[in-house]
């Protein structure tokens, strides 16, 4: 049974860091890309980062980049979100999500996340 499973949100102050773990089971979890996704109430759902299988590329929102880094850990099962000076507008439910239509796969337009976690909320807040 494919699981996906986010921790590590909560509450912080602007200026502050948070990581985000997504573990993954039921699939060999190196062979796909995953991405990070995020919705805020009232907003549209946006793709914040994507990270492609095995040792892949790693790919930002404009809004994210330089601030997120996105990671595997293909041992663990897991991929990570490390997320640092945050701001009020990063507040949102973030979702982790994989492709389990393609294998071997970098970061790409294309890529369909289908498989989905039940996200993990993240409010930046003083």
């Known amino acids: 049974q494919v699981q996906l499973v986010e921790s590590g949100g909560g509450l912080v102050q602007p200026g502050g860091s948070l990581r985000l773990s997504c573990a993954a089971s039921g699939f060999i979890m190196a062979d796909y890309a995953f991405g990070w996704f995020r919705q805020a109430p009232g907003k549209e759902r946006e793709r914040v980062s994507c990270i492609g299988s095995r040792h892949g590329n790693a790919v930002y929102a404009d809004s994210v980049r330089g601030r997120f880094t996105i990671s595997r850990d293909n041992a663990k099962k897991t991929v990570y979100l490390e997320m640092q000076s945050l701001k009020p507008e990063d507040t949102a439910v973030y979702y982790c999500?994989?492709?389990?239509?393609?294998?071997?796969?970098?970061?790409?337009?294309?890529?369909?996340?289908?498989?989905w976690g039940q996200g993990t909320q993240v409010t930046v807040s003083s």
């Open positions: 999500a994989t492709d389990l239509s393609r294998t071997l796969v970098p970061c790409v337009p294309y890529l369909d996340f289908g498989s």
